[in-house]
């Protein structure tokens, strides 16, 4: 026949380790230095975007010889710093300014001139000014023409973004 097996009392075989007491005050306090460094944060970001929003008015098209020279996010700087975007092309010079100012752009100029970094650059940052973040849903949308052309985009912000 069949056997039954009984349940084991007492104590379980091994050495369990002992997990210390749920301290709900320790708890609060982490999660309010945690919640702090989050507000600390956001009033950083905060004054960055007020710093960066008033260069703006100043912002003469085409006068940046250098990508550092356009007031732009510290995060989209050190995108395009590990990218290796040092000095724009004439095209972003004259259009990443507008952008970001909020103009719409009309822009014709050579394959390889740099023409999706320019209207990438903007949108990103119009993103970052509003706060914009993946729980937020759709940010932007970017039609292309070409499966080429949206691969190329997708890179672009890849990258920089």
Request: hydrophobic share 30%.
């Amino acid at each position: 026949g069949s056997s039954k097996m009984k349940p084991k009392s007492g104590k379980a075989e091994g050495n369990v380790p002992n997990r210390p007491k749920y301290n709900k005050k320790e708890q609060k306090s982490a999660t309010k230095r945690k919640f702090g460094n989050v507000q600390k944060r956001w009033k950083e970001e905060d004054k960055e975007i007020k710093d960066i929003s008033t260069k703006y008015k100043s912002l003469k098209r085409g006068s940046c010889e250098k990508f550092a020279d356009f007031p732009l996010s510290s995060k989209t700087q050190q995108g395009l710093e590990l990218s290796k975007f040092v000095i724009p092309t004439e095209i972003q010079r004259e259009t990443i300014g507008l952008g970001i100012k909020g103009h719409d752009i009309l822009g014709a100029a050579k394959t390889g001139s740099g023409k999706t970094l320019a209207f990438v650059i903007p949108v990103l940052e119009c993103l970052w000014r509003q706060k914009w973040s993946s729980n937020d849903g759709l940010g932007a949308l970017i039609i292309s023409p070409t499966r080429e052309l949206a691969y190329q985009t997708f890179e672009v912000l890849r990258k920089v973004g």
